[in-house]
């Protein structure tokens, strides 16, 4: 099963509007989750993340929103740039000591000029 | 710094070989992962060590796969006898807190 989901596999974007990444989880357990972006032949690097006990996390022009009731995260990206084309995973870690994190499948984004 | 260091590159085997993968953490991180990326599955967590100590290898396959961190610099995941379906790009990842950093993978073909 699944716990953590990337719906659109996919998502193409004007350079300079704002793109939105969504996912979705189902481990309630889980509080503290992170986005991660990766650019081919490259490994994932750590873009952004937010703690359950936060529904807003902002850090230039990246922003992620947390709405536990919902179990739904989103990366909103204001402006988009053609630098931003890269795959975008999700991923969420469960509470304690445990540094396990359990990623979606990502979604390729891509900014056009 | 250098980030979290993998060798090779890329392998290219035929079925039934050996295959090493090595993997140099980050200084001072103390916790250490290795992943597996496919199409079909994404990215999946085949083990993780803490303080060198295998913590979980829940996702490891099979028994054709191992994996070792004789010390905190070093770790390496050995599949023997590799098969086709081994094929993918294998991360290594290490952190100190949540966050974790990948080293650039490595893409291996069992032919």
Same mark, same amino acid.
């Given at each position: 099963d699944q716990q953590v989901k990337q719906n659109s596999p996919s998502l193409s974007v004007q350079e300079g509007r704002i793109s939105i990444l969504n996912c979705d989880y189902t481990? #309630? !357990?889980?509080?503290y989750f992170l986005w991660y972006k990766k650019y081919p032949a490259e490994g994932p690097t750590f873009l952004i993340s937010i703690s359950s006990i936060k529904d807003k996390n902002e850090d230039g022009r990246f922003t992620v929103f947390l709405n536990k009731s919902a179990k739904h995260l989103s990366l909103h990206i204001v402006? =988009?740039? %053609?630098? *931003? =084309?890269a795959v975008y995973f999700c991923a969420a870690r469960s509470g304690g000591s445990n540094y396990k994190l359990t990623f979606g499948k990502g979604t390729l984004l891509t900014v056009n000029p | 710094d250098a980030g979290v260091i993998q060798s090779p590159r890329h392998e290219v085997t035929e079925m039934g070989q050996e295959v090493t993968l090595r993997c140099k953490p980050i200084s001072g991180h103390n916790s250490l992962f290795w992943y597996r990326q496919t199409m079909m599955r994404g990215l999946e967590l085949l083990i993780y060590f803490n303080n060198n100590v %295998?913590? *979980? *290898? =829940?996702? !490891? $396959?099979?028994?054709r796969f191992s994996a070792k961190m004789p010390n905190a610099s070093f770790s390496t995941l050995k599949i023997q006898? #590799?098969? $086709?379906?081994?094929?993918a790009v294998y991360f290594c990842a290490s952190s100190l807190v949540t966050e974790q950093f990948f080293g650039p993978g490595t893409r291996l073909t069992v032919l």
């Open positions: 481990n #309630s !357990m889980f509080d402006p =988009s740039q %053609p630098g *931003d =084309s | %295998p913590i *979980d *290898d =829940s996702g !490891m $396959p099979e028994d006898p #590799s098969e $086709p379906r081994d094929s």
